[in-house]
Nanobody, 124 residues
């Protein structure tokens, strides 16, 4: 059973930064895309960013473009999300997810394994 474990969440003031990490126990990590989603209180889970299997293609939701950076280390089976210039609207539980393909998608249906999530709270 593949396990994804997120870490790095916390409480930060608006304008601050956090770096999330997600460790993946699966054997196919280096062949599949990885993504970050988030869920704010009372809202549906939404796509944040994804990175292709090789790490050379990345995509972002418009709401985080220019502020967040996704990266991965295939030697460590870990994906990261560097979050800068955080805003109160970035508050939520952040989940990492392992795709079924090398490119992933913006839909949660394209992901077969999910972490338990890490809380990010941005105060104004």
């Amino acid at each position: 059973q593949v396990q994804l474990v997120e870490s790095g969440g916390g409480l930060v003031q608006a304008g601050g930064s956090l770096r999330l990490s997600c460790a993946d126990s699966g054997r196919t990590f280096s062949t599949v895309a990885m993504a970050w989603f988030r869920q704010a209180p009372g809202k549906e889970r939404e796509y944040v960013s994804r990175i292709a299997w090789s790490g050379d293609m990345v995509w972002y939701a418009d709401s985080v473009k220019g502020r967040f950076t996704i990266s991965r280390d295939n030697a460590k089976n870990t994906v990261y999300l560097q979050m800068n210039s955080l805003k109160p609207e970035d508050t939520g539980v952040y989940y990492c997810a392992e795709a079924s393909t090398g490119w992933g998608s913006t839909s949660s249906g394209g992901y077969r394994y999910w972490g338990q999530g890490t809380q990010v709270t941005v105060s104004s």
